[in-house]
């Protein structure tokens, strides 16, 4: 009978000795066999095989195949699953076979089912896995990571430096001889000044400086090709360029253009420059191996020179620091060394230069000592009395020159100076109270000159002598010298000086009852326990003050009342009016002082002070002037303040009363008087009322005349 032919069937030699053979495993047979047939070996196919295809790789049998007519398939990826047609199997035999060369890099296993199934009966075994291996070929060449690599290497580096790291990578099996990779430098340009200048690690790839003498300013570039081979170097290659920059480093010391420099400089100066030195430096311009930097190393222990870069950074300017004297050095040799701002990359020699400075002569004004000279004197000192002695000292001591004085500022003209000496005297009398003095101290600038040319005399010599007055303070004890009631006392104290100046204080003084060695009056103690006591008293007082007040208010309006008007409501003569009583003569006290002041209201030019002396501090009053031409205001201002000094006696010495006006159209009243009268009848008095009797008696002679 001849059966269908399967799709994946090939024909095979099945008694190929070559191709392994596979069972089916058992179970219940002699251990022997359960072994055999449980451990299902892998299948190992090299890839990159060239055929010819379809390849005979392996073939399964069942054991049933004896008794049985069995039929033989596999199922899964690389069969009938994707990528499906890679592995076929014969359906008689069960020989399996690849149907086109395998690539391990896109997959390195396979595994599928083997089944076998009896004719007309089923299966008759239980599917099988094959596992399928592809072996590894060396078909991959290593790739480096970069087709050109770039670095930098320091002209001064040693050997041993690492410069830079190359890498590659194999696709094929890892850990084994296809992708074990080694690297080679194959090529070096230039080959200067030696063609080994960098090593390379075969197996890292780290390069490195063989030997040194890289020099940036003659190949400041070299070109490296580089290999990585697999096989363990024996194999294929991979090709990579790497490019290397010689970088500058401080290698190349500055160097002085010349070894000496000579300058004059004038004394006294400050911040001048002294000369100024160059360099020159091979390494690369404008980075910090290039740019210079001095220091004076010798023959400045005073600190009198400063040297800083000049802005090129090629050049060392040296300045004074401070100024020079040329009493005590005429010249100055300094020694200034040269670096760079970095340090030397290479053992390398310090340039130096040396400088020499010689110092000019100039005149020097005088110099006082002390600068300040303070001196304390009355101020009523004679004319032509010696204040005090005041000398400077001519630094030019080799001038051999004369130093003179004279008074540069002398406000008040108090002062004059002997031009030889130095010997200050007063020129006219003193004033501590003047205007030009200033918290008890009078100022005047002296000068001295010596006798040679120096144009900023003036500025220089400007030194200071200070007449200074002190005053000490005297305390004032107060004694009572009679005995008085206890009470509030105001006391005006007046304090006068030696001259004839003087001036009023008011003082309030408290008498009362003293006990104890501190004198403490007792009625100023305050106790905690003592304060009902206090707040009582405080509360009679204020009830009593209240009584008063009402018993003054009830007698004015009883006073209202017993008033009669002066005329009759219908009298035609309106034109005079009723005034208050002024009373019954000195005992009567109750006034009111507001109608004297109504008339102050309208003229604000004019002082009011009441007739009781007010508290107000005293006003100040200006001092006796020096100039003879301020004594008008000088006795203008006292006016003034004595108008407004309260405590100026006598009290009631200068008063104001009201104003009526600039004038009026009546008449004097003077000219009323019995002489003028004439006939004129003055009985008419008599019915006014008998306020007016007496006058009328007086002048009409009435019976009190005749009397």
Not at 304 to 325: H, P, R
Not at 332 to 352: G, Q
Not at 527 to 551: A, F, K, N
């Amino acid at each position: 009978e001849v059966l269908p032919k399967d799709p994946y069937w090939c024909e095979a030699n099945v008694n190929d000795p070559q191709v392994p053979v596979l069972y089916f495993p058992k179970s219940g047979e002699g251990q022997r066999r359960r072994k055999r047939e449980w451990v299902i070996p892998d299948i190992n196919v090299p890839e990159n095989n060239r055929g010819p295809f379809p390849l005979k790789i392996s073939q399964i049998r069942s054991s049933e195949d004896k008794i049985k007519k069995i039929y033989y398939s596999i199922t899964g990826p690389g069969a009938d699953q994707p990528p499906a047609g890679l592995f076929t199997m014969d359906r008689l035999t069960g020989v399996l076979y690849v149907t086109q060369p395998l690539d391990r890099e896109k997959q390195a296993k396979y595994m599928f089912q083997a089944h076998a199934v009896a004719e007309s009966s089923g299966n008759a075994e239980e599917p099988m896995e094959i596992i399928v291996n592809v072996i590894d070929q060396n078909d991959n060449k290593p790739v480096f990571s970069q087709d050109t690599y770039l670095g930098d290497v320091p002209e001064s580096s040693l050997a041993g430096f690492e410069v830079i790291t190359v890498t590659a990578t194999d696709a094929d099996e890892p850990n084994t001889d296809n992708s074990d990779i080694r690297y080679r430098i194959i090529s070096q340009h230039p080959q200067l000044p030696s063609d080994f200048l960098f090593v390379i690690n075969p197996v890292t790839g780290v390069i490195r400086v063989n030997t040194p003498g890289l020099d940036r300013e003659k190949y400041p570039q070299y070109t490296l090709v580089v290999h990585a081979v697999d096989g363990m170097g024996e194999g294929s290659h991979g090709e990579a360029k790497v490019i290397l920059t010689v970088t500058d480093s401080n290698d190349n010391a500055p160097l002085y253009n010349q070894p000496t420099y000579e300058a004059d400089v004038e004394e006294n100066q400050v911040g001048v420059v002294v000369t100024t030195m160059s360099v020159t430096d091979g390494d690369e311009p404008h980075t910090p191996a290039w740019n210079a930097k001095f220091k004076i190393v010798s023959g400045d222990p005073g600190g009198l020179f400063n040297v800083t870069t000049g802005s090129n950074k090629q050049e060392g300017i040296i300045t004074t620091a401070k100024g020079l004297d040329f009493e005590k050095n005429s010249k100055h040799t300094l020694l200034v060394a040269v670096e760079n701002e970095v340090p030397f990359a290479v053992p390398l020699p310090t340039s130096t230069a040396t400088v020499v400075v010689i110092v000019k002569d100039v005149n020097e004004p005088p110099v006082f000592d002390p600068v300040t000279k303070v001196v304390s004197k009355p101020e009523n000192i004679p004319v032509n009395s010696e204040v005090t002695t005041y000398t400077a000292t001519d630094p030019d001591t080799a001038r051999k020159q004369t130093v003179t004085y004279k008074i540069i500022s002398d406000p008040a003209g108090w002062l004059n100076v002997s031009k030889d000496k130095g010997v200050i005297r007063v020129k006219s009398l003193m004033d501590r109270e003047s205007d030009f003095v200033r918290d008890s101290k009078y100022t005047a600038l002296i000068g001295a000159y010596d006798n040679g040319k120096h144009d900023l005399l003036c500025l220089i010599l400007l030194q200071c002598y200070i007449v200074t007055f002190y005053f000490a303070g005297t305390g004032i004890i107060l004694n009572l010298a009679t005995e008085l009631p206890s009470g509030e006392y105001l006391v005006v104290l007046r304090v006068a000086d030696n001259q004839g100046l003087e001036q009023d204080s008011t003082v309030q003084a408290t008498v009362c009852d003293c006990r104890g060695a501190d004198a403490i009056c007792q009625d100023r103690i305050v106790t905690v326990g003592g304060l009902p006591m206090i707040l009582g008293i405080l509360g009679g007082i204020l009830l009593l003050l209240m009584l008063l007040l009402l018993l003054l208010l009830f007698a004015r309006r009883r006073k209202g009342e017993k008033r009669e008007p002066l005329l009759q409501d219908d009298d035609i003569r309106d034109n005079i009016y009723k005034y208050d009583e002024e009373g019954g003569g000195e005992d009567d006290q109750d006034y009111d002082l507001s109608v004297l002041h109504r008339g102050l209201d309208n003229r604000p030019e004019v002082f009011r002070n009441d007739v009781v002396p007010n508290f107000m501090p005293a006003p100040q009053y200006r001092p006796r002037p020096a100039n003879p031409e301020e004594i008008g205001n000088f006795i203008d201002d006292n006016l003034k303040a004595a108008d407004n000094d309260p405590t100026a006696p006598p009290y009631d010495s200068l008063l104001v009363f009201d104003y009526e006006g600039g004038g009026s159209d009546a008449g004097s009243l003077s000219s009323l008087n019995s002489s003028s009268s004439g006939d004129q009848d003055y009985n008419c008095l008599s019915e006014w009322g008998p306020r007016f009797k007496k006058l009328a008696d007086m002048y009409g002679g009435g019976e009190d005349d005749m009397m």
